[in-house]
């Protein structure tokens, strides 16, 4: 039970300090918040100007992209992780962090809480912001149904983040490949525009990872978009990829940084 207790302090002191860095550069939430009003006024006007097939109103397709942007912002706080890590790395304070009782591994897991949790409240500015500036209609009746879901969605998405940092601390790079990662996720995982779009073997690559069902869910509980599958079916897939690839990803990351004590590299950059 103590044991448990300090792990929360040590999680919890983590946080405090990236939202205290996070604090000290003034401009970036403004800055970020101006970058989703412009994407949801580019995409507003889309809807109006052109027709897309299998939605019966431009609003109907303006309500699937802005959950389609809102998640984009939690994609980017999941791959951010690897920069982080690279970011400790250089300072010289990742020796610190695994020589401490607390460990590598978890200090990692520390490190995603602030970027995950602001990614959230990020998600809820733009949704917030597509009501009341572009009209969006939110189902209200299952809205607080996506609080869970979108939960549910971070620990399907986190193993990736994980994964990029395995990736940093052998390779000593931040951001190895993310951007094309991301941009390939936006395509298959139907941020933008529905799937059925793709070519056969583009649509069969967004059902091998969590992504498309998390979109989908969240859609149908924020603004009744309907499911390809179930409810049931799409909340098990979500968490059959948290169960498979979590343990997949925190082995890689222990491995990584294994081979790197080994070497005697891991606190090179």
């Not at 200090?107 to 949790?117: G, I, K, Q, Y």
């Not at 620990?155 to 990662?181: D, E, I, M, N, Y």
Request: proline share 5%.
């Amino acid at each position: 039970m103590i044991d448990l207790r300090r792990s929360g302090l040590a999680f919890g002191a983590v946080m405090r300090r990236d939202l205290h860095v996070f604090l000290s550069y003034r401009t970036r939430i403004v800055s970020q918040v101006l970058t989703s009003v412009f994407s949801l006024t580019l995409f507003y006007y889309v809807s109006r100007l052109v027709h897309v097939s299998g939605f019966p109103s431009p609003a109907s397709y303006f309500g699937f992209v802005v959950v389609g942007i809102a998640l984009v912002s939690v994609l980017y706080s999941c791959f951010s992780i690897s920069e982080m890590v690279r970011q400790e790395l250089v300072a010289g304070t990742f020796e610190r962090l695994l020589l401490s009782p607390f460990g590598a591994i978890r200090s990692v897991l520390a490190m995603t809480l602030f970027p995950l949790l602001y990614a959230f409240l990020l998600a809820a500015i733009t949704l917030g912001l597509g009501c009341a500036v572009f009209g969006l209609q939110l189902h209200w009746s299952t809205v607080p149904l996506s609080v869970p879901a979108m939960a549910l969605a971070l620990f399907s998405f986190l193993p990736f983040g994980l994964l990029f940092a395995a990736l940093t601390v052998a390779t000593k790079q931040g951001s190895v490949g993310t951007s094309w990662v991301i941009a390939l996720i936006s395509i298959v995982g139907g941020l933008y525009f529905p799937i059925s779009l793709l070519p056969e073997w583009a649509q069969t690559a967004s059902e091998l990872q969590p992504f498309t069902p998390a979109t989908e869910l969240l859609r149908h509980l924020l603004v009744d978009s309907p499911l390809h599958t179930s409810t049931v079916t799409a909340i098990a897939k979500l968490i059959g990829f948290a169960a498979v690839l979590l343990p997949a990803s925190l082995f890689a990351l222990h491995h990584a940084i294994r081979v790197g004590q080994r070497r005697g590299t891991i606190i090179e950059y």
